[in-house]
């Protein structure tokens, strides 16, 4: 059975930890992370939940809950790893914002790797299919109903960023080509 370390608002531990799907104290909260892996092209990785879990069918960014012992970190790493087989380090990983929901520290990060679509390695009791997309097909997916109220809330909050890093990642690519 996985834990959750519980925390305050503030990210204190309370060297307390609840099983998974055990109601969360009020004023306590536990680690959730979110991360948004983009290619040289600028592309967004976007995974669809399987139908059986919330929100199945929506597209969304790789991500869950840091179990007892992890950090943010950590758990990004790995979760990413066990949805779609993506291997990243620790240090590659740029901390974007936190979201403080009812009973969730949930934390957002960006990943610029490249990652062909055909060496994926899906986590099947998760995610049912991949895809890269373009910033502005996400901001429409999102529009559509199509994406997680996660990532919806991603884009109202940190849309611009995004943008901003969708767009330089891109650009860099296409001047390291021409110049090659």
């Not at 680690?31 to 597209?59: A, C, D, F, H, Y």
Request: with cysteine; charged share 30%; glycine share 6%.
């Amino acid at each position: 059975m996985e834990y959750f370390d519980l925390y305050t608002s503030a990210r204190e531990p309370l060297g307390k930890r609840v099983p998974r799907g055990a109601a969360i104290p009020r004023g306590e909260y536990h680690i959730v992370v979110q991360i948004m892996t983009i290619n040289r092209k600028g592309e967004i990785l976007l995974t669809q939940r399987v139908p059986e879990k919330t929100s199945g069918g929506k597209w969304e960014c790789s991500g869950g809950c840091a179990v007892s012992g992890e950090t943010s970190r950590q758990a990004a790493v790995r979760e990413l790893f066990e949805e779609t087989g993506i291997h990243a380090d620790i240090n590659e990983l740029r901390f974007e914002w936190t979201l403080t929901t009812d009973s969730m520290l949930r934390d957002f990060y960006v990943l610029v790797k490249n990652a062909p679509l055909e060496d994926m390695k899906l986590q099947t009791s998760e995610v049912c299919a991949a895809k890269w997309v373009s910033f502005e097909r996400l901001c429409e997916m999102a529009r559509l109903g199509q994406t997680t109220r996660t990532v919806a809330r991603w884009l109202e909050n940190r849309g611009i960023a995004i943008r901003r890093i969708s767009s330089e990642t891109r650009e860099a690519y296409e001047k390291n080509n021409v110049s090659a």
